[in-house]
């Protein structure tokens, strides 16, 4: 804690954080609601965006004070004001100059806040971050000057920026409003770099979120702008990845030893330094891949890829710093480079560290390396990729616990990669995290009091009940996850917890209270807000809850009580979208990006990655219940029959085969079908083998797409296996009537839930599995085999069991290409996807 405060004293010293040569004199800006004040702008503008945005905060300022004293103070440029009139300056004015405030001498966010002969002036040194006179968004620009208006607003005007937009700011009334004469009030904020999900000017400059400063940031990875797939794939193959003796363009990963290669992602670093950036971004691909080229695997003298990646970003630091001088470097420590370089301990002296992992040892392990002139941090806090997906996420005690954590370890940007998809229910954790970043040794609780009492005022009582039960529960799973201790990861259990049936009560009668309390308009429509959400939030914890109580005991009277919720949450999302599955804006707000304003499939499922529900929210309850299906009911199974006798490729009814049964595939919703496959299934000590029948018309045509290309997108046959047994990872094969036209992959290997290939795919993997096809007479048959070692498990024993599933895709004419006919032998009433683990069978082995 004493090291938090002697950081952050630093800042305010070193900006110069004084009250000097004040007085007791004091200036009234207003009083009895009368004024003669204005508001002047300058009249002259290097940039017209600056113009742009400082008339903003001018007419934001005005509308507080009106909404404090009623008094509509004139907004004017500079060059229309009468020398006689007191005034409130904002920016670079002449008349500041004229009273020796110099704004270009302000550094980075810096701002000032002064008093002279009774004039206010709020400064700062307001330009473009990178030098342009190009008019672009607020991010773009540093704008000090809307800094200091909207820390004079909150200081003296009582000002709180709660929500963005007009809607969501407050200023209490006020009979008047003094300040003392001589006032000089100059900071740095925290960060100089504040960038990813961005709201609008003046909360965002509030809360401290207020853009990219001097940095060029890509939002996370640069070598896709170095050396773009589009520009170099087909002329220049060997800028890319060499996989299983090919040159792979398909994901943008680099041969990193090329040293054409190396020019391009110098090159782009150049380009935007030498564009007006102070700082640049270098980073690898997503999901990153090693080149297994020959030079590659020499390439710095070591096998681990991640010191491969710290060798030639530090090569690069380092001609940097001699081709330009005092211009910066931000390397991105991700996957793989989580983890401090091991192979030298220290860089060149103009690298930033942007951290991906920031806990407590990750900032210890950096301690070591010398040669970094500060971090930043590219923040997992929010988003729809946690895994409580849409819904709130963090405490104002986690809020906290993180800024305090920074401020303490040298972090000077932060970058959101996710924020604001829950305003109404999240929305004191965000003002919290925003004001902890004007001074982290505040407390949280203080502040999210501060925020109750400002957005609900008269219901204010019942709202502090509200969130405070919503706080707590969610404090649990902040702390679980801060010590990678989650229990599993399925977001159903953790919902269904953080919303149990108590707190839902507790939340909803003082929610309905606090509406009966409402009687200002601002307060209305805020809580408007927070019940939409909380509506939301109550039927996907409900339908939880119910679900949950039907896998418990699946009848009719169960599905009945559940498939209701579902339906209604249905017509609630499809209330919220348009007709092309838009999100329709929040009425009367505009400023508000709903949920995010996520797809309507992503809201489905209350998210993606580890935060997708999948059952019951993907049910066609009208289907099942139409077909009276109970879904889960009862899971489909069979025998894998042991190998007794010869295994025939194409003849399945002599030799080992004669003694396996036949199984049908059905519709994969058990509709009907109208091409009929059949299969049987056998194994001896070192494979298993299917022998499969299908229907298939001979004017039909397949081609072939060789080794993992698009065999899914024309008749073929999928067989799904996992034989580990959790339905979390699985191996997926994929064939077409064609020789040598076949698709294999794995899925579930991939741990890291930041990865981009986390729950989906790996087609990377490639297994020695065979198959032998023949066509005749309107059929196709096939045989498969499979080795065990291919899939890293041993023989399987009499009883062991794997999940498993067999499918047919069958596209009846040229115009199914996205949409085949689906059959299934473990039928998925859930959705129309083959590949869903959920919906596998079992194979019991004899």
């Known amino acids: 804690m004493k090291r938090i405060w002697l950081i952050f004293t630093l800042f305010a010293v070193l900006a110069g954080n004084l009250s000097a040569g004040q007085t007791e004199a004091s200036v009234f800006l207003w ?117 200091a208006v909207v820390v004079f607003m909150e200081n003296y005007l009582g000002t709180r920026f709660l929500y963005p937009g007009e809607v969501g700011t407050s200023t209490p009334r006020s009979a008047g409003l003094s300040v003392p004469e001589g006032l000089s009030q100059k900071r740095t904020p925290m960060l100089n770099y504040a960038a990813g999900r961005n709201y609008e000017l003046m909360y965002d400059y509030a809360n401290n979120n207020f853009g990219k400063g001097a940095y060029w940031s890509y939002g996370g990875h640069s070598y896709y702008s170095a050396v773009p797939v589009r520009k170099y794939g087909k002329a220049h193959p060997e800028y890319f990845i060499m996989q299983g003796g090919k040159r792979d363009i398909t994901h943008g990963h680099l041969c990193i030893s090329n040293p054409a290669v190396q020019k391009l992602i110098y090159r782009e670093m150049l380009r935007r330094l030498d564009g007006g950036a102070e700082v640049v971004q270098l980073a690898q691909t997503d999901g990153y891949v090693t080149c297994e080229c020959d030079e590659c695997r020499k390439f ?106 920074f401020a ?134 409900v339908c939880i809850h119910l679900y949950n109580a039907y896998r418990l005991m699946p009848d009719w009277h169960s599905f009945n009580r559940l498939g209701e919720w579902i339906e ?145 997108c024309q008749d073929c046959i999928e067989i799904f296996l996992d034989p580990f047994g959790f339905r979390e990872k699985f191996f997926h094969f994929v064939y077409n009537p064609v020789p040598g036209s076949r698709y294999d992959a794995v899925f579930g290997m991939i741990e890291d839930p930041l990865h981009p290939l986390y729950k989906r795919e790996d087609i990377s993997w490639n297994g020695q599995w065979e198959i032998i096809s023949k066509r005749e007479k309107n059929l196709w048959t096939s045989f498969v085999r499979i080795p065990f070692r291919e899939l890293g498990v041993r023989t399987p024993g009499s009883g062991d069991r794997w999940n498993f599933n067999l499918g047919r895709q069958a596209f009846l004419s040229a115009s199914m290409k996205w949409n085949g006919e689906l059959s299934l032998w473990s039928p998925n009433l859930e959705t129309m996807r083959m590949d869903s683990p959920d919906a596998f069978g079992e194979a019991v082995f004899e």
């Open 31 to 147: 009083k009895d609601g009368k004024s003669g004040y204005r508001i002047i702008l300058p009249s002259k503008y290097e940039n017209q965006g600056i113009r742009l945005y400082l008339h903003q905060a001018a007419e934001r300022l005005q509308s507080a004070i009106k909404e404090a004293s009623g008094v509509v103070m004139p907004i004017a440029e500079e060059d229309s004001l009468d020398a006689k009139t007191p005034a409130i300056f904002i920016g670079n004015t002449l008349e500041a100059q004229r009273q020796g405030i110099i704004p270009a001498s302000l550094p980075d966010f810096s701002y000032l806040i002064a008093v002279r002969n009774g004039n206010v002036f709020l400064c700062g040194n307001d330009r473009h971050g990178f030098g342009s006179r190009k008019s672009e968004s607020y991010v773009q620009y540093i704008l000090g000057s809307v800094k």
């Open 408 to 541: 303490a370890n040298r972090i000077r940007g932060i970058y959101r990669c996710g924020f604001g998809e829950a305003m109404g229910m999240e929305g004191p954790a965000y003002y919290v995290y925003g004001k902890l970043l004007d001074d982290p040794l505040q407390k949280p609780e203080t502040l999210a009091d501060e925020f109750y009492r400002s957005a609900f005022q008269e219901a204010a009582v019942p709202m502090q009940i509200f969130y405070r039960q919503l706080f707590e529960r969610l404090e649990a799973f902040s702390v679980q996850e801060e010590n990678h201790a989650l229990p599993g990861s399925n977001p159903r259990v953790l919902l269904g917890a953080v919303y149990a049936p108590d707190a839902l009560e507790i939340m909803e009668k003082n929610l309905t209270l606090a509406e009966n309390l409402a009687v200002s308009p601002k307060v209305k429509k805020r809580l408007e807000l927070v019940r939409r959400e909380f509506d939301y939030t109550r039927n996907l914890a």
């Open 300 to 405: 710095g003298n070591t096998d681990d890829p991640a010191e491969k990646l710290w060798i030639l970003h530090r090569q690069l630091a380092e001609k940097l710093k001699q081709d330009r001088p005092g211009k910066k470097v931000m390397i991105i420590a991700y996957a793989p480079t989580w983890e401090p370089p091991r192979t030298f301990q220290e860089f060149p002296g103009n690298v930033i560290i942007e951290l991906c992992r920031y806990d407590r040892k990750t900032f210890e392990q950096w301690s070591k390396i010398k040669g970094i002139c500060g971090f930043t941090a590219y923040v997992y806090n929010w988003g729809e990729y946690p895994m409580p997906g849409i819904t709130a996420k963090r405490t104002p005690a986690f809020c906290a616990r993180q800024i305090r954590l």
């Open 568 to 712: 209604a949450r249905n017509r609630m999302l499809n209330s919220w979208y348009d007709t092309e599955n838009r999100m329709k804006p929040v009425p009367g707000w505009p400023e508000i990006r709903f949920m995010g304003n996520v797809a309507r499939g992503m809201a489905l499922n209350n998210g993606r990655l580890i935060a997708q529900l999948g059952a019951p929210f993907t049910w066609n309850i009208k289907m099942l219940r139409d077909k009276k299906i109970l879904p889960g009911a009862k899971r489909k199974q069979l025998t894998v029959k042991k190998a007794a006798g010869p295994i025939t490729a194409v003849d399945f009814t002599q030799g080992a085969w004669s003694q396996a049964q036949w199984h049908e595939l059905n519709n994969i919703q058990l509709g009907t079908i109208s091409e009929k496959t059949s299969f049987k299934v056998i194994y001896d000590s070192e494979n298993i083998y299917f022998g499969i029948v299908t229907e298939l018309p001979e004017q039909r045509k397949v081609r072939g797409v060789g080794q993992d290309g698009e065999a899914y």
